[in-house]
């Protein structure tokens, strides 16, 4: 098994863990509310940075798996080496984007509320934790971006296909 497909399936089960958490925190936080009418005071805010958690890791994920959100009126309508070259733009132009806003100004954001001893409210956790997902998915971007590029061009894969 290959760095990349272990890597894969470790962001995988990464995601449906913390895809499990977050619904079972907001299936506890319904229960509380209406069942035991009284509310949890962590779980929204819970739900909050998982949300954060799940969505830049599985962005990172999708763009490993070539399923990410794109335009592609352009690149279906070219063939052969320009089809080609506008790929490795693309790829380039996510994985510069990845280092400059996400990692860069990721390592900056975890920086910042570190030293500033930021902390949430209702978890007490401090915010430069919650936010270390910016530079991690700002990585893993880049190194899928990257890997992309070396690839031989084929379908994008069903997402958790291969897991199952």
Do not use: C
Not at 104 to 119: A, D, E, F, S
């Amino acid at each position: 098994m290959s760095f990349r497909e272990r890597l894969d399936t470790f962001l995988y089960w990464i995601l449906v863990i913390l895809m499990g958490t977050m619904a079972l925190n907001v299936l506890w936080q319904v229960g509380s509310r209406f069942i035991l009418r009284s509310p949890s005071s962590f779980t929204d805010e819970l739900a909050r940075y998982l949300l954060i958690w799940v969505s830049l890791l599985g962005a990172s994920y999708v763009t490993g798996k070539k399923m990410h959100l794109a335009i592609d009126i352009l690149p279906s309508k070219l063939e052969g080496r320009k089809q080609r070259n506008l790929n490795v733009l693309i790829h380039l132009l996510v994985a510069i984007f990845a280092l400059l806003a996400m990692v860069w100004g990721g390592i900056k954001l975890v920086y910042i509320t570190l030293t500033l001893h930021q902390t949430s409210a209702a978890l007490n956790v401090p915010l430069g934790y919650v936010y270390l997902v910016v530079p991690l998915s700002g990585l893993l971007i880049i190194y899928y971006s990257l890997a992309n590029l070396t690839e031989k061009e084929e379908e994008p894969e069903e997402i958790g296909k291969e897991m199952m």
